[in-house]
């Protein structure tokens, strides 16, 4: 069984496993990798299977012997990953000059590069139109000025709630 192992460092400077067999491609959290049935579970999501312990376990030691983590265009969160933005469908939007990659979909066509910075930009807006939090999130840089002008005495504030992965996190880098 011949496999590539590497640690790379996210955009989001998270620690992954890359795992390459025949073409095939996987980014494995440290943590799957804390047995060989873990370790094999998240392979077979990616489609590499491990069928036997003994490889398994070759791998958790070659995954242990892994000397530094290395920067990598490797996007793992939803919304801005460095200058690259991840959508829900994993798909990523990169600038005209980066090929950035999913952690979570490393075998499917998910980057999508741009030809120019306008292009990009038009991109990651098309996404954005219509979200109602993105139109308020994009407004609150221009509230206090405007409460300056009408006198507006009393200190108002509001707070976004919602469950992981709606997007609080893209809204407060936007605004």
Same mark, same amino acid.
């Given at each position: /069984? ?19 067999? /025949? ?6 959290? &440290?943590? =799957?990798?804390? $047995?060989? *049935?873990?370790?094999?579970?998240? +392979? ?12 398994? =376990? ?14 990598? +265009? ?8 460095? &200058? ?9 939007? $990169? ?16 980057? @999508? !590069?741009?030809?120019?910075?306008? %292009?990009? *930009?038009?991109? #990651?807006? %098309?996404?954005?139109?219509?979200? &109602?939090?993105?139109? +308020?999130? @994009?407004?609150? &840089?221009? #509230?206090? !000025? @405007? ?14 709630? $919602? ?8 809204? *407060?880098?936007?605004?």
């Amino acid at each position: /069984m011949k496999l590539n192992v590497t640690g790379v460092s996210s955009l989001n400077h998270r620690n992954w496993i890359a795992i390459e067999r /025949m073409g095939l491609k996987a980014y494995i959290s &440290p943590h =799957d990798c804390s $047995s060989p *049935q873990k370790l094999k579970g998240a +392979l077979v999501e990616a489609g590499i299977v491990i069928a036997s312990k003994k490889d398994a =376990d070759a791998l958790l030691e070659a995954i242990d012997a892994i000397p530094d983590y290395l920067p990598a +265009l490797l996007a793992d969160g939803l919304g801005w990953n460095g &200058p690259c933005y991840q959508l829900p469908s994993s798909e990523v939007i $990169s600038p005209p000059d980066l090929e950035c990659e999913s952690a979570f979909a490393p075998n499917r066509e998910t980057n @999508l !590069p741009s030809d120019d910075l306008e %292009t990009w *930009q038009h991109d #990651v807006v %098309t996404h954005l139109a219509n979200n &109602p939090l993105g139109l +308020l999130a @994009l407004a609150i &840089p221009f #509230v206090a !000025p @405007l409460l300056k002008l009408i006198s507006f005495e009393r200190i108002q504030a509001f707070e976004i709630v $919602s469950g992981g992965g709606t997007g609080k996190s893209t809204l *407060q880098h936007l605004s």
